[in-house]
């Protein structure tokens, strides 16, 4: 019997369980993929906004302006890259700059810090590429990396005691006495208090429950990543003035160093759909260089596209179950959701005291995982010194990304491992470079075969049945 159990391995069910597990609690993460970070949070932005976009007085604005003001702290402790490079909403004409100055009341009415509005010639000499006749300004927001960030966030949770159970897809949900009986395909799990954080299938994981009062529609948004080669054209994030379907197509540096353009956002029905079409696509590069000059979209290394779980009011659903005791939403978290994360698991934690959940922190909670820096940012005598400890650091297995075996082999023991090569790409970037994956995927199979003592043949791209090979040919 569990004292809580979270439905979903994204950032919120990752933030939350991080949060949870500073309390002398059981906790388990049921996620229904086969690694963590397999929704919305491993396609969207990577942007922490400062949070003037919310309407005041909302749960999306309190929570946006408290979760960009944490994320510093929180990405330090968890070792995950973040930089706070400020972000520019850049008006083109008359009528969007009216819709820029709206903006900047809302952010004075939401408190984001030093927001303004730059003139014509003061964006210029911000940002040189930019094409516009004035822009918001808001220096407090940032960019972290949505899955490291997940990962990150869950692998401290586990370490501080918290279990995650892959592959566990709850399709049912019994009411008992105590609390509730959660079912997947061939498992079950007890527990005292449930906590909905299933992204686009919040409205299904609801309905297990009888609480059929909300929808979740999938909103995709797409998106072309830049080849590091693209370089810095922008510094900051640069958005586009927003409409009713969301925040308009931006042009972000990544903290990886790649140039990264979109989304779209289009309503779609299958949940699971998350294909890139050329009409969007061409909507992405059209965006981008009616706002930016000289973007090299030639330089594009890759495509993908994110759902949002766009709920059917404005705010995020952030409450008890009106009829189930001990069972709480966090449903409808669609931008900005990544930046409010830490917020929102600190606002659930207080729910569910409020709801009757015992509270007593641990002594022993160790908020830090340690930051592990990817090999090829370190100088000659580090590199030197680790290859002296374990050699397996010497052997480059990406070479676009210049990734080692000794990473790739921490990253498949590291809370919460991989065990699949995505899961590889995600931890360690083996695979996200240039090529993606096309020279260094069957190394990657063999050390993941090796170290989890399986055939090659059993090992996946993505888990489940993703093979990526059948059998000897010859
Ligand atoms: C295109 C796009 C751009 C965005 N840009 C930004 C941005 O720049 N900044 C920002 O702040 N926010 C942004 N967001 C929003 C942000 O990505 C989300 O708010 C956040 O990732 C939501 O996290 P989550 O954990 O709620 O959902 P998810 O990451 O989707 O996680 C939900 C998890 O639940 C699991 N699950 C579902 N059903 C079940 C089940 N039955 N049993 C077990 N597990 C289940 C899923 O597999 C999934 O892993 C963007 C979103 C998109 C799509």
């Avoid at 949870?20 to 969207?44: H, T």
């Avoid at 995950?80 to 083109?92: E, I, K, W």
């Avoid at 006749?133 to 869950?154: D, F, K, M, N």
Wanted: charge should be negative.
């Amino acid at each position: 019997m569990y004292d809580v159990a979270i439905i979903g391995g994204g950032v919120v069910g990752g933030m939350l369980a991080r949060e949870l597990s500073r309390y002398q609690l059981s906790v388990v993460i049921l996620e229904k993929e086969y690694d963590v970070a397999m929704g919305a949070s491993k396609a969207n932005s990577g942007i922490v906004h400062g949070g003037f976009d919310a309407k005041p007085d909302t749960l999306k604005a309190r929570l946006n302006v408290r979760g960009c003001e944490m994320m510093p702290t929180v990405a330090a402790e968890l070792g995950v890259p973040y930089r706070n490079n400020g972000s520019l909403v850049v008006a083109q004409d008359e009528e969007s700059l009216a819709a820029v100055r709206e903006l900047y009341q809302r952010g004075v009415e939401n408190g984001v810090p030093a927001i303004t509005v730059l003139d014509e010639a003061a964006l210029r000499e911000l940002a040189p590429a930019v094409k516009g006749i004035a822009a918001l300004y808001a220096p407090s927001a940032g960019i972290v990396c949505p899955y490291t960030l997940t990962v990150a966030a869950i692998g401290n949770a586990m370490d501080n005691g918290v279990e995650l159970r892959r592959g566990f897809g709850v399709d049912r949900i019994e009411k008992t006495t105590d609390g509730y009986v959660l079912y997947a395909a061939e498992d079950t799990v007890e527990t005292r208090y449930v906590v909905n954080a299933a992204g686009v299938h919040a409205d299904d994981i609801a309905r297990l429950v009888r609480d059929d009062y909300f929808r979740i529609t999938p909103r995709a948004g797409e998106y072309i990543l830049l080849d590091k080669e693209a370089g810095c054209v922008v510094e900051q994030t640069v958005f586009g003035a927003p409409s009713k379907m969301g925040k308009g197509i931006l042009v972000s540096p990544t903290t990886h160093g790649n140039l990264l353009l979109g989304p779209t956002a289009t309503d779609i029905e299958n949940k699971e759909d998350t294909a890139t079409t050329y009409e969007g696509l061409q909507k992405v590069i059209g965006g981008a260089n009616r706002m930016v000059e000289g973007v090299p979209v030639g330089k594009a290394i890759t495509s993908f596209c994110g759902l949002r779980s766009t709920p059917d009011r404005y705010d995020f659903i952030i409450e008890p179950s009106p009829s189930n005791p001990h069972f709480l939403h966090l449903a409808g978290i669609e931008s900005p959701g990544l930046s409010s994360s830490p917020a929102i698991a600190e606002y659930a934690v207080e729910l569910l005291g409020q709801m009757g959940l015992a509270l007593t922190k641990k002594t022993d909670f160790n908020p830090i995982r340690e930051r592990v820096d990817a090999f090829r940012h370190l100088s000659d005598e580090e590199k030197n010194e680790i290859i002296r400890k374990d050699s397996r650091y010497g052997r480059i297995v990406c070479r676009c990304e210049q990734v080692t075996e000794g990473e790739i082999v921490a990253a498949i023991h590291r809370n919460p491992g991989a065990t699949d090569t995505d899961g590889i790409k995600r931890r360690t970037r083996g695979g996200m470079g240039r090529c993606q994956g096309g020279f260094c995927q069957p190394v990657v199979a063999e050390i993941l075969a090796r170290e989890l003592g399986i055939p090659l043949q059993q090992v996946t791209k993505s888990g489940g049945s993703s093979y990526l090979l059948t059998d000897k040919t010859k």
